[in-house]
T-cell receptor, first 115, second 116 residues
Framework: DTGVSQNPRHKITKRGQNVTFRCDPISEHNRLYWYRQTLGQGPEFLTYFQNEAQLEKSRLLSDRFSAERPKGSFSTLEIQRTEQGDSAMYLCASSLSPDRGQPQHFGDGTRLSIL | AQSVTQLGSHVSVSEGALVLLRCNYS??????LFWYVQYPNQGLQLLLK??????LVKGINGFEAEFKKSETSFHLTKPSAHMSDAAEYFCAVTSGGGGSQGNLIFGKGTKLSVKP
C-alpha cells in the first residue's frame, strides 16, 4: 500500500492560466474522489469516479473544471481560466467499494495559488 | 441533506489532560461517521470510523469516539493529550446514508493545541 499520490504538491500560476493536477490512487481502489479545501474550512466535495465513470459532480464544479479518469486508474483535474477564488488545497481520496463501509484514504493534496 | 457541526473551532488543553472534541450530525438515514486528523500542509489521516455495531469505537493514537443516536453526536476523546496530538481534526458523515457511501460531508474542523 503506497498510499494516494498527488502531483504537483504546489502550483503557483497567474490568473487566467490553465492548470492540471494528477492523482494516483491506491491501486486496488475503484472509487476516486476530488475535494477542495480553503483556509479554515473542511474539505468540500467536487466529484467522484467509480472506475472510469464519473458518477457525481458538485455544484462547486463549474464549467471551468473538468476531471477525468480514463482507464480507471489515475485521475486528472483541470481548471481552465483560473480565478483568484480557485486558490485552495485540492485533495484526492480513494476507497474500495463503499458498501462495506470502507474509509477514504487521502493524498497530501495540491496547493494552488493564483497570483 | 446531511450536515456536520463541530463545536469549537479551537480547543486548547494541557499535556496529559483529557481531550474532548465535539461533533453533531444531521442525517435522515443511518450514517457512517468518521474522524480524520490533518497536520499542516498534509492530507487527512483516518483516526476512526463508525459504521454499524458497537457504538464505542477505538482508533489510532489512543483516540476513541462514541456514536449516540439519541443525541446525534459522535464526540472524539482521548484520556491524556500528548504534544504530538496538536493538529486539526475533522468529523465527517457520508452523504448517501449507511448503505451506499458516496462523498463525505465534513465539519469545519477543530484545531487542537496542546500546552506543555
Amino acid at each position: 500500500d503506497t498510499g494516494v499520490s498527488q502531483n504537483p504538491r504546489h502550483k503557483i500560476t497567474k490568473r487566467g492560466q490553465n492548470v492540471t493536477f494528477r492523482c494516483d490512487p491506491i491501486s486496488e481502489h475503484n472509487r476516486l474522489y476530488w475535494y477542495r479545501q480553503t483556509l479554515g474550512q473542511g474539505p468540500e466535495f467536487l466529484t467522484y469516479f467509480q472506475n472510469e465513470a464519473q458518477l457525481e459532480k458538485s455544484r462547486l464544479l463549474s464549467d471551468r473544471f473538468s476531471a477525468e479518469r480514463p482507464k480507471g486508474s489515475f485521475s486528472t483535474l483541470e481548471i481552465q481560466r483560473t480565478e483568484q477564488g480557485d486558490s485552495a488545497m485540492y485533495l484526492c481520496a480513494s476507497s474500495l467499494s463503499p458498501d462495506r463501509g470502507q474509509p477514504q484514504h487521502f493524498g497530501d493534496g495540491t496547493r494552488l495559488s493564483i497570483l | 441533506a446531511q450536515s456536520v457541526t463541530q463545536l469549537g473551532s479551537h480547543v486548547s488543553v494541557s499535556e496529559g489532560a483529557l481531550v474532548l472534541l465535539r461533533c453533531n450530525y444531521s442525517s435522515s438515514v443511518p450514517p457512517y461517521l468518521f474522524w480524520y486528523v490533518q497536520y499542516p500542509n498534509q492530507g487527512l489521516q483516518l483516526l476512526l470510523k463508525y459504521t454499524t455495531g458497537a457504538t464505542l469505537v477505538k482508533g489510532i493514537n489512543g483516540f476513541e469516539a462514541e456514536f449516540k443516536k439519541s443525541e446525534t453526536s459522535f464526540h472524539l476523546t482521548k484520556p491524556s493529550a500528548h504534544m504530538s496530538d496538536a493538529a486539526e481534526y475533522f468529523c465527517a458523515v457520508t452523504s448517501g446514508g449507511g448503505g451506499s457511501q458516496g462523498n463525505l460531508i465534513f465539519g469545519k474542523g477543530t484545531k487542537l493545541s496542546v500546552k506543555p
